[in-house]
């Protein structure tokens, strides 16, 4: 009888200490969206060290020739090009500008794609081309995911729209053990700021960095218990089970 209630106690223990809460894992289940404050107009906001890729294209197409950079296609050893050709990029500098053909230094950060090309074409019409096309992307749009998750790494992004939850996807999604709050460092005016997200929450939709910028850094905490279990010695847990079963074990026998 004593060895039943004892195997029955060691299930018992061995079920209890592997379960997580439903409530601290399941996303969206807290909360209402407030569909006010849902933001959809996503812009990107050009930052320090951006490579731009500048494509200016008009139905002159000799004016247009001038403001673009030379396409560059890697060489073989009979020097006829070999691969795709390559649109060379523009590097905002630290001050926040970029070179540009015949106009010189052109001051690029903090402002919006439909800003940097207004200005463009307020400088080249009609003086350099009438009514000029402009083309700009973002070459190298990053967003790096670390901690608890399945995939740490950094991501290329190409089409510069990329939720939170997206990324996460990126990365497989965040393990059991990890935070559902997360945290999200962004560089805003030359400062690192950090925002704290929270996934059980819908309000997540409402948060200043659900659409991610580049360079931002996704960083997913383990939870309580992974956190102490990395402080103690990997055996902590086998110890505790044993410690409970003995004293659970002498309960009975007492009784």
């Keep these: 009888m004593i060895n039943k209630k004892i195997a029955i106690l060691t299930m018992l223990i061995a079920i209890f200490s592997s379960c997580i809460s439903p409530k601290r894992v399941i996303y969206f289940q807290n909360d209402e ?5 849902v933001n959809n107009d996503y812009k990107t906001i050009f930052k320090a060290d951006d490579l731009l ?3 200016v294209t008009s139905k002159d197409l000799e004016s247009a020739i001038p403001f673009n950079l030379p396409v560059i296609t890697t060489e ?5 090009p070999v691969g795709q050709p390559v649109f060379q990029t523009y590097l905002v500098d630290s001050n926040g500008e970029i070179d540009f053909p015949v106009l010189g230094k052109i001051k690029v950060a903090n402002l919006t794609r439909e800003e940097l090309i207004s200005n463009l074409k307020n400088k080249l019409s009609p003086n350099y081309i009438k009514k000029p096309t402009i083309n700009i992307m973002i070459t190298n749009f990053k967003v790096t995911v670390l901690g608890d998750v399945k995939r740490p790494g950094t991501y290329n992004i190409k089409n510069e729209r990329l939720t939170i939850l997206e990324a996460l996807g990126l990365a497989g ?3 059991l053990t990890g935070d559902r709050k997360i945290l999200v460092t962004r560089e805003e005016n030359g400062e690192k700021k950090i925002y704290e997200v929270d996934l059980l929450s819908k309000k997540i939709y ?39 079963i003995f004293i659970a074990l002498v309960s009975i026998i007492v009784k």
Excluded: W
């Excluded at 969206?33 to 404050?37: G, H, K, S, T």
């Excluded at 073989?76 to 006829?80: A, G, H, I, P, R």
């Excluded at 218990?225 to 409970?244: C, D, E, H, R, W």
């Design 33 to 37: 969206i407030d569909q006010n404050l």
């Design 53 to 55: 890729q500048i494509i």
């Design 76 to 80: 073989s050893v009979t020097n006829s």
């Design 173 to 175: 999604d965040l393990e």
């Design 206 to 244: 409402n948060s200043p960095v659900y659409y991610l910028q580049q360079n931002d850094l996704i960083y997913v905490k383990p939870n309580y218990a992974k956190s102490q279990y990395a402080v103690f010695n990997p055996n902590t847990g086998l110890f505790v089970s044993i410690a409970s």
